[in-house]
């Protein structure tokens, strides 16, 4: 039995992947159990890691020290490639006032962590990881710890003992506040749902289908170029109705007459202006324009070739080439008007109009193959995690600071993979993966992460906890979860007279809290509380991650 000793008690490498193994194992399943719809996920690994380290069962130093580090670069890449394509979309619009509040939150949660240090004398390091626990971030532990380990030299178990603290609480904490709002402003679920799709019946996706009849005389005989050239807006003419029997493609030749109904797409805040200018607007669905088609079809062809990635539909000229008309392309779940200056990026569903043999031929073009789309294209993860090591470790010197300020290996990789997921198709890098790919390797990196957190914290984690004060820390991060989310909910429920399903988003969000998202969808029965969620989490996170290396290098 001398082996199994050796195996659990030992130092080499058998040891160490057993021990990993066995410590994300228990904790992701302990993570499937909840109370009420609250489970602490991913977090039981964290605290298993704690509980071996805590009785001896620990991991070489040196394995230890990089499966973190990569495990949280791995997390971090592939959270930034995920929300690089809508995070400078994010700030357009209504999702600006959003992103306001949720900077508002980052900042006084900020504020009251160096308050708390300040008044209390604890260490800012064992802070910072109170405050990334208090408000549920772990790429923000992982931030202050490399930040603390490239500013010192060593690393700081404090930080992972504040956020193992903190974070059970935290998420209670955050769900409180949605509570507490609903009772304070005395939310009716179904009022409020009644109210919000009265204000906002004429909001559409960013693509929107219109049919116009042709009235006023100033457009008769004019080409659909010559309209577009003269109304100087983005929109596509799918189909045009001439005497209420023949129907053809939209094309830019095509001369329109008093009595003809175009199939209109274009975006939402343009529609007023387009048939003010062409004539009236008629009630004419899709189904209805399929009536009248006689040998087209419609279909939604998947952009899979990677030689198409960045390359424009003007480029492509499908309707001179094919005789296909492309109306629209939707692109992670949103529909984009298909305009000639759209550059296609891998995994966009075009739709296009055309005979069945023209449709045909364009499928062939752009792909169309599922099996494409599954083939993972890992050249464009590394080099991208290359470069963000690259830009992660360049020294930028600041006045007044006794040495360089870096990104680190979290702040770089991150920045790269926002910019990869956003321009990568401009530079012909396919970034597109599927779902299951993207959280797959999320799902291992921060399981790496809170294994290898867990388990070089634990030596002294009862101690500190029992004998040094550490239970305080329960209190601080409570402290450091409600108030900003009391004072800015408040302020954007009476100032921005947000409606409480996109407040409710925004609390989960600027948190980056899934377990709360869930909370605040099955509360409101829609899908309102996601799309605020997703509209101020990549800069929440982004932010999330900079002020917690911000804190260690500025203020440790």
Request: proline share 3%.
């Amino acid at each position: 039995m001398d082996w199994l000793v050796n195996l659990f008690m030992g130092n080499g490498v058998g040891h160490s992947i057993m021990i990993m193994s066995l410590v994300i194992t228990i904790g992701i399943l302990l993570g499937k159990f909840s109370i009420k719809g609250i489970s602490l996920g991913s977090t039981w690994i964290l605290f298993m890691g704690i509980l071996f380290s805590h009785f001896g069962l620990r991991m070489d130093p040196g394995s230890l020290h990089f499966l973190k580090e990569f495990g949280l670069i791995l997390f971090i890449f592939s959270v930034g490639l995920q929300m690089g394509p809508g995070f400078f979309s994010s700030f357009k619009k209504g999702g600006m006032s959003l992103n306001v509040m949720a900077l508002a939150i980052v900042l006084l949660g900020v504020l009251t962590t160096w308050i708390i240090q300040l008044l209390s004398g604890e260490d800012m390091a064992s802070m910072v990881g109170v405050m990334s626990g208090a408000i549920t971030n772990t790429p923000g532990l992982g931030a202050a710890q490399q930040a603390f380990v490239e500013n010192n030299g060593i690393n700081n178990n404090l930080i992972a003992m504040g956020y193992a603290v903190a974070y059970p609480l935290g998420v209670v904490g955050i769900i409180m506040c949605i509570i507490i709002f609903k009772n304070i402003f005395k939310i009716d679920m179904i009022k409020e749902a009644a109210h919000v799709d009265s204000m906002n019946k004429d909001e559409d996706k960013a693509a929107e289908l219109v049919s116009v009849k042709v009235t006023n005389p100033g457009v008769y005989g004019k080409t659909i170029y010559d309209i577009v050239k003269f109304i100087n807006k983005k929109f596509v003419v799918s189909r045009v109705l001439h005497n209420e029997d023949e129907v053809e493609m939209g094309s830019p030749k095509i001369k329109v007459q008093e009595g003809d109904k175009l199939f209109v797409v274009t975006s939402a805040e343009d529609v007023d202006s387009i048939v003010a200018f062409i004539g009236e607007r008629v009630d004419m669905d899709y189904e209805e324009w399929q009536k009248y088609d006689t040998g087209l079809i419609s279909k939604r062809i998947v952009v899979t070739k990677p030689s198409l990635n960045g390359k424009t539909l003007g480029f492509l000229n499908l309707r001179n080439s094919f005789g296909v008309n492309v109306t629209r392309v939707n692109r992670v779940g949103l529909d984009l008007v298909a305009n000639p200056s759209l550059a296609l990026q891998v995994g966009d569903r075009v739709v296009a109009v055309g005979t069945k043999s023209a449709i045909a031929n364009v499928t062939k073009l752009l792909g169309n193959s599922s099996k494409n789309l599954k083939k993972p294209h890992l050249v464009a993860i590394f080099t991208g995690i290359a470069l963000g090591i690259i830009l992660g470790s360049i020294p930028v010197i600041f006045p007044g600071m006794p040495q360089p300020v870096k990104l680190g290996l979290a702040g770089g990789p991150l920045i790269i993979a926002i910019l990869m997921g956003r321009f990568g198709s401009r530079f012909k890098i396919v970034t597109y993966s599927t779902v299951s790919a993207n959280l797959m390797l999320r799902e291992i990196g921060i399981s790496l992460f809170l294994a290898c957190v867990g388990l070089g914290a634990g030596e002294g984690f009862v101690d500190t906890i029992v004998n040094k004060g550490g239970y305080m820390w329960i209190l601080y991060g409570f402290i450091i979860t409600v108030l900003p989310l009391l004072i800015v909910g408040t302020i954007s429920k009476f100032v921005y007279k947000t409606d409480f399903f996109s407040l409710m988003g925004l609390i989960s969000g600027s948190t980056t809290d899934p377990v709360a998202l869930q909370y605040a969808n099955n509360l409101a029965g829609n899908d309102r509380p996601s799309v605020a969620y997703a509209t101020v989490y990549p800069l929440t996170m982004f932010l999330r991650v900079l002020a917690a290396q911000i804190m260690i290098l500025f203020l440790l």
